[in-house]
């Protein structure tokens, strides 16, 4: 795989400090039930590296020196991590939000089929990958079979309340198949909404569009077609000023398996350490800084680690794990 590191060190784009520390997103490993050619992580059945319960712990202890107020599950399946449903019980009961980012699949594989109640007596609210209504564009990116079992899967979320419960939130996300910003977010979601109803009676609350990163397996596509340079001026000459205000890393830190801390998911993806002051917290560790290692930091006003990919946050309506940003 190309990796496209080097090419985005050298940016122009504006410095960005933390305003505050709300969402602690935490991937709780590789292991996945699926393993599609487009995965980021390059998670798969076969991945063995999974977050052990002493980082979890760690990961518990964070959340309650800190504050956090949103804790946001990634992986891999992040239900395919033993430890899940202690960590979502220990922050449901300190009174924090949980986010499953959740492939739908899973929710159907043998040994997980409680799963869908249990995040709804958690009242955990669930983000689900979904790049299309069709059939046929989902099973190219994602893998055949795919989008008959995640409409199985949004059916069985829908049958616990999910989408239809206002407590009970269920959203979807969309990220474009091809070199293309996405589409506007408020005219995509009424499609959505509609055609999902009409072909296979399913509900859900938002739509969130999210721009594809000129990093990974997405990056190194680009390098190998030809079309870095095309991708980045679009997102480059896309800027849009007011969306630098609502960057995810603005109230976000992101939390590897290993416990190791970054200024988001995609500087994770980049090993690209946190920005300044935690970056001289870390000195003791070989350059990476852990969770353990900012446990009383005030990490409001602090310097966010930046490339070029960060374009790929502020381009158009701007792309964040929430979705649009305008
Ligand atoms: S479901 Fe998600 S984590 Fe699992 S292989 Fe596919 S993209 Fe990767
Ligand atoms: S890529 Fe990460 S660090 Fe850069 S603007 Fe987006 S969220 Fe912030």
Redesign the pocket.
């Known amino acids: 795989m190309k990796d496209t590191f080097d090419l985005l060190m050298k940016t122009d784009f504006p410095a ?1 400090r933390r305003a505050g520390l709300e969402t602690l997103q935490v991937n709780l490993g590789y292991l996945c039930n699926q393993q599609c050619l487009h995965c980021h992580v390059d998670a798969s059945p076969r991945r063995t590296e999974i977050m052990t319960a002493e980082t979890i712990a760690d990961v518990v202890n964070f959340i309650k020196r800190q504050n956090i107020k949103t804790l946001d599950l990634t992986g891999g399946a992040p239900e395919m991590n033993p430890a899940f449903f202690s960590l979502v019980k220990q922050a449901r009961d300190l009174g924090v939000h949980v986010i499953d980012r959740c492939n739908l699949t899973i929710l159907l594989e043998e040994g997980y089929q409680q799963t869908a109640a249990f995040l709804a007596e958690n009242l955990v609210e669930v983000v689900a990958s979904m790049p299309c209504y069709l059939q046929e564009n989902v099973d190219a990116q994602r893998g055949k079979g795919v989008f008959d079992q995640s409409i199985d899967g949004l059916r069985l979320l829908n049958r616990h309340g999910y989408g239809i419960n206002e407590k009970l939130k269920l959203n979807l996300v969309f990220n474009p198949q091809g070199i293309d910003l996405p589409p506007s977010q408020n005219q995509l979601e009424p499609m959505y909404k509609k055609e999902l109803s009409e072909r296979y009676g399913i509900s859900f609350n938002q739509l969130y569009t999210i721009t594809n ?1 000129p990093i990974k397996r997405f990056g190194s596509t680009l390098i190998s077609k030809g079309q870095f340079d095309k991708y980045m001026q679009t997102l480059k000459s896309s800027y849009t000023k007011e969306n630098l205000s609502g ?3 603005r109230t976000m830190l992101s939390v590897d398996w290993l416990g190791y801390v970054y ?2 998911d ?2 994770q993806m980049l090993d690209l350490n946190v920005g300044a002051k935690a970056r001289s917290a870390s000195s003791s560790n070989s350059g990476k800084t852990h969770l353990n290692d900012l446990l009383n930091d005030d990490l409001q006003g602090e310097e ?3 490339m070029d ?2 374009y ?3 381009a158009g309506n701007g792309s ?1 794990c929430g979705g649009a940003l305008n």
Do not use: E
Request: charged share 5%.
């Open positions: 960005i990163m960057v995810m890393c200024d988001c995609f500087n966010i680690a930046i990919h960060c790929g946050c502020t964040s």
